[in-house]
């Protein structure tokens, strides 16, 4: 049997695999984006603890609306405009300059199905039974306007090449969270329903991800984290790091709601928890996206050193 050449094995050694080479990477993912939805709609809708907390949220809102309401209520008003003005703008440019036509085209679709299957959801789950806590009965989850928001972000993050996406995933999942937070500032929808639409579009976005992946493995590559200022490492590390400080203020906040024998009466505390949770929620899809592709996008090949050139790496 003949065997190969030193050149063609060391060929094969640089040759990229394929962009998503693990699949089930991506199926596992949207697996618990609809695990995560379930369990948000059985804890926060089906048990009274959940429903309290929400409910909680919601009522004491007023309190911040009184101070900042009629600004993020213009930003709540203008939001469908700018959210889709923002996906069509960035999708188009790259679609035409960089003739991504199919990748552009999956994108959009996604955005589309996410705010689709966000009107499904809430016009087909029944109203919130009663468990004792005075609230509206009408169903409110998932938000159209939190969907809205981060499909759009998703949109844009889905068709930038590998190096802009840790700072497109930090800057898109701000104003989705932003946009989450403001519909809670303003009364129109619960925590749970700003995390139910983050759920629903990570969903969407995972699956045409790994179209998008698949299908332009040509331009799915990059030299990893620090290739240029948007390639940089601070941008995971800083959703991580919002993530955790919600979390910590969620936690410090709860410990004051349920002091050792204590009666305090919240004012406040509650809209910090939801606000917390939809941080929290936010972040930790931002993160796990862009850890995600980056894993996945393929490493572009460097050429394999000279006869020369290893000779004098091995003598270093």
Known sequence: MKSSSPASRQNRRHASPLAAPHPGYFLLAAV??????VGTYLFYIRTTTGQY???SALDEAARAQAVIGTPSATFLDALPAISVVIAAVVVVVVMFARRRWLSAGIAVTAMVAANLCTQLIKSSLPDRPDRGVVTLDLNSLPSGHSTL????????FLVVSP???PAVGF??????VFAGVATLINQWHRPADVITAFLVVAFWTVLAGLAIMRTGSSWNVWDGYGEH???????????????VLAAVLAVLVLRELTPAGGNQVSTTNYLWVGVALIVICGYLV????TLLFGLEARQRARPPLSRTARSGAESR
């Open 286 to 289: 931002t993160v796990a996206g």
């Open 163 to 165: 190096s802009w996406r």
């Open 32 to 37: 618990i984006a609809v695990l995560g939805i």
């Open 149 to 156: 928001a981060a499909s759009a972000a998703a949109a844009v």
């Open 53 to 55: 907390i929400d409910e």
């Open 229 to 243: 200022w948007a390639a940089s490492r601070i941008w995971p590390f800083l959703s991580v790091l919002a993530g």
């Open 171 to 176: 800057f898109g999942g701000s104003y989705a």
